[in-house]
């Protein structure tokens, strides 16, 4: 079945056409670079895994409660429309909420497969287009397993967000060969990761939590790799360059901030724009999520070196300010561990599994 019969809505292009600017850079030297981030190249070569094995796809979803979703936790609970809802129209919307969801994780892993490709390309340093040509490779993986979970076990996809595509295509028109760094692997992929964390620890679905926490293991290192890359960089700016990125951080933190409302989901549900967007600003479980997905974004921007006073006003806006002190560190190393730690349990269950399989055919032979 075509991906676009699964569209709630057909998206406006079939192919989006995002002209390219700049320049290719060819590096002549071979011999060195960076240790830590031919370091984090070796990790990256060691860390490659196959979607199509690692996850269980034999795990059962209920398409009505794939994610185990509270009530609380949906724009519409409390309102008039919920009072109105039967239990199958609950079901819906959980699903309508799971597709929206994993719908823009899917196009925004697309933007980043294009993102590291374009880094490749652009990149000045031969280390950098080392671990860009991995990470290429790992937003492939994520875009292939997000797009199989949602044809196989959810049926339904939503069209790229605007708020995501606008990011997006800022991100890549940009002639400056840092900016997809600082789009991408700061922006999308910081937000990106809180979004995944909150669901990967509040899931108690086991395939949905297998999928995010290792596509999080893989994306804790593309996160380290543009810290390591920017902070180098932004060292050299002059206050107007420096100014220049900021700016552009400020209008993405707020794009991706509106991208998190889910406005074309109650729309589906009958509720007008306008009012959707009313009922969103009203949802405290909405206020907590965008506070909570800044939490990998602001730490991150402090460290490379972007910490201008309209940054900083910017965030105190957004409510956000405090988490400039957070451990970012602490938060990639936990996301490495989830990850081993998942693999450790499924594994062992499972070997234990053929243990008692072979053992019973051993008894079996025995008593034939």
């Not at 920017?230 to 509106?258: H, N, W």
């Not at 910017?314 to 957070?326: I, P, R």
Request: aromatic residues 10%; hydrophobic residues 40%.
């Amino acid at each position: 079945m075509s991906t676009h019969e699964l569209y709630t809505k057909r998206p406006a292009e079939p192919i989006w056409q995002v002209p390219a600017t700049g320049a290719a850079r060819f590096s002549w030297e071979y011999d060195e670079g960076r240790e830590r981030l031919l370091a984090l190249y070796q990790k990256g070569k060691d860390k490659q895994w196959d979607g199509a094995t690692r996850i269980d796809w034999s795990l059962e979803v209920d398409p009505t409660d794939p994610l185990g979703t509270p009530d609380e936790a949906l724009n519409l609970y409390g309102t008039r429309y919920w009072d109105r809802m039967t239990d199958k129209d609950k079901g819906d919307l959980r699903r309508h909420y799971t597709a929206w969801q994993f719908s823009q994780f899917l196009h925004g892993e697309q933007g980043a497969m294009v993102c590291a490709a374009r880094i490749v390309e652009s990149v000045p340093d031969l280390d950098a287009k080392f671990y860009s040509a991995t990470q290429t490779m790992d937003e492939a993986r994520h875009a292939e397993i997000y797009s199989r979970f949602l044809h196989e076990k959810i049926g339904m996809l939503y069209p790229v967000n605007d708020s995501l595509q606008g990011l997006l295509g800022d991100t890549l028109r940009d002639s400056r060969w840092d900016m997809p760094y600082l789009g991408m692997q700061v922006l999308i992929e910081g937000l990106a990761l809180a979004a995944f964390g909150m669901i990967r620890d509040t899931t108690n679905k086991p395939l949905p939590k297998q999928i995010l926490a290792y596509v999080m293991q893989d994306e804790a290192r593309h996160v380290a790799f543009g810290r390591m890359a920017l902070r180098d960089y932004y060292k050299q700016l002059t206050d107007a360059e420096r100014k220049e990125r900021e700016d552009f951080v400020i209008e993405g933190c707020y794009l991706m901030r509106d991208r998190l409302r889910g406005v074309e989901v109650l729309e589906n549900f009958g509720v007008p724009r306008q009012e959707a967007y009313e009922l969103t600003e009203q949802s405290e479980f909405l206020h907590l999520f965008r506070k909570l997905l800044f939490s990998r974004i602001v730490p991150c921007v402090k460290d490379i070196g972007l910490w201008g006073e309209r940054l900083q006003k910017a965030y105190v806006d957004m409510g956000v300010f405090e988490l400039g002190d957070s451990n970012l560190d602490l938060l990639m190393t936990q996301d490495e561990e989830i990850a081993e730690q998942l693999d450790r349990e499924r594994f062992a269950v499972e070997e234990a599994e053929r243990v008692a399989e072979v053992r019973n055919a051993i008894a079996d032979g025995r008593t034939a």
